[in-house]
């Protein structure tokens, strides 16, 4: 059995043999790729893990030596808490671009196979309807009489059928192999995991260093005072670093002050606004009232004519009633005489 598959597939056409060479390339380069990653995230993280490398601040791999300088040094120029994560992700957006890159070759590679699976499928089915229909819209007279021409033809269109399902089992195939390897090596897993390593190495050990440095700088008067007995020099570095604590905090009360105050006039602004609006409704309303007070006016004065109207009418049809009235009674007078 194994042998016909192998048969098989050799006796594909160039485009199926090569869609089926190009899906085995893509699984193989997907392998060595996400090995070679989960390889180097493995060394790097063994490399962060090594006691003598923590404490002595220094490790192999550059990205960690950059990493840990760049957070000292934004721990000590700014008081205020460090963006551990930001540092982290920005040098592995700058320094581990091919890993990233393989990363996503490694996600990609498994759509790809599928995909040119189906691309070999619908080129299998479309070459094999294709011979279909040549052999059924030639004269059936001439096929009968020809043997060999029919057995070509169906060989021709049995061939595309090899090619599209040959193509359609090698790209799922692949992509299922190559979903099951991610399950167990994952290189997007493994950076994750060497990032958080990385985060909690820097805010447990390498903040302490950044704590030290802060407390030395933030000397207080009575230490600059002690230092005075000792010499000038000592005074004069002690009141140094004093001024530069008190001004680096001067100036951060003072960007809150100011924001604030900026917030502050922003509110009465919009509350100033809103009293314009309020205003302006208020005049409208007044406005409003009066055009309704005049129109009920008017239609007071309507009601009245109407009602002065209506009674002039009725006076009216109450008399002509009895004018009726007396003539019926005089005619049925006149009736009787006669």
Excluded: W
């Amino acid at each position: 059995m194994f042998r016909q598959f192998i048969d098989t597939i050799l006796n594909l056409n160039v485009v199926g043999l090569t869609i089926v060479i190009i899906i085995v390339g893509l699984l193989i380069a997907a392998f060595t790729i996400n090995i070679f990653v989960v390889l180097g995230y493995r060394r790097m993280l063994r490399d962060l893990s090594s006691e003598k490398n923590r404490q002595g601040r220094l490790f192999e791999h550059k990205i960690l030596n950059n990493i840990t300088s760049d957070y000292l040094k934004a721990g000590k120029e700014h008081s205020g808490e460090v963006n551990t994560q930001a540092i982290i992700e920005k040098h592995f957006d700058m320094e581990m671009k091919v890993s990233q890159l393989g990363e996503r070759y490694v996600k990609t590679s498994v759509s790809l196979m599928i995909i040119l699976g189906l691309v070999g499928t619908f080129f299998g089915l479309t070459m094999s309807i294709g011979q279909l229909v040549n052999l059924l819209a030639k004269d059936v007279g001439n096929a009968l009489s020809v043997d060999s021409s029919i057995t070509q033809s169906l060989i021709s269109a049995m061939s595309g059928m090899s090619v599209a399902f040959v193509t359609s089992l090698f790209g799922i195939s692949a992509s299922i192999v190559m979903t099951l390897f991610n399950l167990f090596f994952n290189a997007s897993q493994r950076r994750v995991n060497l990032m958080v390593h990385l985060e909690e190495y820097l805010d447990n050990d390498v903040f302490k260093d950044v704590r030290e440095y802060r407390t030395v700088s933030g000397t207080s008067f009575s230490g600059a005072a002690v230092s005075f007995g000792g010499g000038d020099t000592v005074t004069v570095e002690a009141m140094k670093v004093l001024t530069d604590t008190l001004v680096d905090r001067l100036y951060g009360v003072t960007g809150e002050m100011a924001a604030t105050a900026e917030a502050f006039q922003e509110t009465i602004t919009s509350f100033d606004l809103s009293l314009k609006v309020f205003a302006e409704s208020a005049r409208d309303f007044r406005e409003f009232n009066h055009h309704l007070k005049d129109n009920v006016q008017r239609m007071s004065l309507g009601f009245s004519d109407f009602t002065q109207e209506m009674t002039h009418q009725t006076e009216r049809m109450a008399s002509g009633y009895d004018s009726i009235k007396d003539l019926t009674k005089t005619l049925k007078e006149l009736a009787k005489d006669e």
